[in-house]
């Protein structure tokens, strides 16, 4: 099931690049252009959902499966001091793309970022750089 104006729909189909890190049958996890830390990915389940509060449980429990193994990559991979795993359901709560995600989030000690970020465009080749730590 997609939405075919979905961003996160057409990521999952291939109609749209990603730099993709991880997949199984049920999800998907990518770079996130607009990091807010070096590593920021992201989890979707391959069906669409428009939030936490229509995802099936089972997408539910995919995701979340996926968000751990992406937080223990980040943290051996990149090195990073603590995760935040961060969801937003509705507009109120930051949500900007209405297809459930998961933000994975690698914190460092001494990194400045504070919640909610700005997001803004990463540099690329950084984002690069760490998907290719993380695929290893």
């Known amino acids: 099931m997609s939405d075919p104006n979905c961003l996160f729909c057409k990521i999952a189909a291939g109609d749209i690049p990603s730099t993709r890190v991880y997949e199984d049958e ?41 968000a751990q ?6 943290t051996e991979k990149l090195s990073a001091d603590g995760v935040n795993l961060i969801n937003s359901c509705g507009p109120l709560a930051w949500q900007t793309v209405f297809h459930f ?6 914190r460092y000690e001494g990194d400045t970022l504070r919640l909610p970020w700005q997001p803004a465009p990463g540099d690329r080749d950084e984002i690069a750089a760490a998907a290719r730590a993380l695929t290893a």
């Open 69 to 74: 193994v992406m937080a223990r990559r980040v």
């Open 101 to 106: 995600h998961m933000h994975v989030i690698p």
């Open 26 to 66: 049920r999800t998907i996890a990518f770079m996130d252009i607009n990091p807010g830390s070096r590593g920021h990915l992201l989890v979707i389940p391959r069906a669409h959902s428009k939030d936490l509060l229509a995802i099936e449980p089972e997408d539910l429990a995919a995701v979340t499966r996926t």
